[in-house]
């Protein structure tokens, strides 16, 4: 079974900011985002932290990539 997200105008008032952040960033709204706004907090927890770690420049950019890729795998995303 798995958890359907959230679409933009069923989310809380202050999760929107996150998807408008997201979809200007990205484009789109990915599948992982709409789910983690069924709990708001993690949902800005998980989004500023990678996007500090992204921004830091500490971690290669390919690695980066592949712990999302190794992530996905592990929790079984279809993509």
Known sequence: MR???????????????????VRKALGRVPGPVKVQARTPGIAWTINIAGAAVESSGLVDRRLHSLMHLRGAQRIGCLF
């Not at 958890?3 to 952040?21: C, K, Q």
């Open 3 to 21: 958890i359907t997200g959230l679409e933009e105008r069923d989310a809380a008032w202050w999760v929107r900011p996150l998807y408008w952040i």
